[in-house]
């Protein structure tokens, strides 16, 4: 196709392939290594404006099924409200706490999984099922294409705050209905991720669970199967 | 508690809750601004080998729900594998453009949404149910969190690549069952991610759905709701 031709080109707007320098690329992996789901660490310290802007700009870039962008972002400052979903999180907390077996519930009970008050904002990310209409390219044959899509924008924002000295936790021990009626939020969305977010005496050298001896890591090599599944790989 | 306490101190292995460089604030935001969904650019060229275990590692370190780890991944790098998944996609597209309306449905069949056989490496990323054992710590009152750590693993993956100067695509317009049978993978397993990986051309400078007239990107303004749900924000 020559470039007198109307149609574009199929490589207008490409920009360069190649890796970024060796600075760039090791604050991308010092990112994801050094990010760490926070829980007890929260100071109060208002969380700046314009940071704040890009940590969210950054999930709103993630990628999403059919550029469908199904993600809401509820920003919670409001003490009251943080402390009604504290609530929430210590009923479900009780109850989580039962379904354990008795030799590991006491260890349970004793860590701190929450810092939904300590935190100074709480972002609540929704996915609207509904959103783009009843077909969305991309999302026909799989399910849960929009979640998934929710999530890399949760990525983007956890990653972002980290590189801006922010701790986000995640916290999942929710009565999921019970935060959307504190919220408002309608029926046709699902509750994603309801993330705790501010500065932090520091983030810890290793993920939590494992330094206070909940469970270990496991290594890399027993996930990576070779041309198919591998049982015991 | 003093530090003749036996008990480990809570800030024991506490490293700094400091932002990045202004340099490396930005190295994260370019992997997340410029980070594209790669269909038509691959070049054949191999990946280095070295560059695919940093990526595979970054994926790795992902958080996940009660530290399960429940990703695995397949590396496919077998032309005759790709091709037999090549055909499922073939299928799928075919059934999909069906659902769009007839205006658009030749827009859609105009579009390339995949590279399989053109990328040289697929990745096919799966999340075992049943990881972590009957009862998993954040598990216990919200649905898919398994699923939801997968696609973090994603998302580190898909970052570290572009960091790498690497391309993904993330196609899912396959069916699953028949995907999971021709790579063996246990029904316990949920496929969430079949990705492409290769070196490209460029990456295109905005979405390539919104570069072709598919559909635009809306505002993150939008996407906003200060203290709780409010419609039409």
Redesign the interface.
């Known amino acids: 196709m020559s470039r007198s031709d109307d149609r574009p080109e199929?490589?207008?707007?490409?920009?360069?392939?190649?890796?970024?320098d060796v600075?760039?690329?090791d604050?991308?992996?010092?990112?994801?290594?050094?990010?760490r789901?926070v829980r007890?660490?929260f100071?109060p310290d208002p969380i700046d404006e314009a940071a704040l802007a890009?940590i969210?700009?950054?999930a709103?870039?993630?990628?999403s099924?059919?550029?469908s962008?199904p993600?809401?972002?509820?920003?919670?400052?409001?003490l009251e409200?943080r402390q009604r979903i504290a609530d929430i999180f210590a009923d479900?907390n009780a109850?989580?706490a039962e379904?354990?077996p008795a030799g590991k519930r006491d260890q349970?009970r004793a860590?701190k999984?929450a810092g939904i008050t300590s935190a100074p904002l709480n972002i609540c990310i929704t996915s609207d099922r509904e959103r783009?209409g009843p077909?969305i390219?991309?999302?026909?044959?799989?399910a849960?294409?929009d979640?998934?899509s929710t999530?890399?924008a949760?990525?983007?924002l956890?990653?972002?705050a980290?590189?801006?000295?922010?701790?986000v936790g995640?916290v999942?021990?929710?009565?999921?209905d019970r935060v959307k009626a504190?919220?408002?939020?309608?029926q046709r969305l699902r509750?994603?991720?309801y993330l705790c977010v501010g500065?932090?005496?520091?983030?810890?050298?290793?993920?939590e669970?494992?330094?206070r001896g909940?469970?270990?890591?496991?290594p890399?090599a027993s996930?990576?199967?070779?041309?198919?599944?591998?049982?015991e790989d």
Request: hydrophobic share 45%; glycine share 10%; with cysteine.
């Open positions: 199929p490589t207008d707007g490409l920009t360069s392939g190649a890796p970024f600075a760039g690329r604050a991308v992996y010092r990112a994801i290594a050094t990010r789901d007890g660490e100071l890009r969210l700009d950054a709103h870039r993630a990628p099924v059919g550029l962008q993600w809401d972002f509820i920003l919670i400052r409001r409200t479900a109850q989580a379904r354990f349970y860590l999984l783009g077909v390219l991309g999302a026909t044959h799989m849960d294409t979640l998934f999530v890399c949760i990525q983007n956890w990653l972002a980290r590189a801006e000295g922010i701790g995640w999942s021990i929710l009565h999921e504190v919220l408002g939020i309608p509750l994603v991720g500065h932090v005496k520091g983030f810890f050298d290793s993920p669970l494992e330094k909940w469970k270990r890591r496991s890399l996930h990576i199967h070779e041309e198919g599944w591998r049982e």
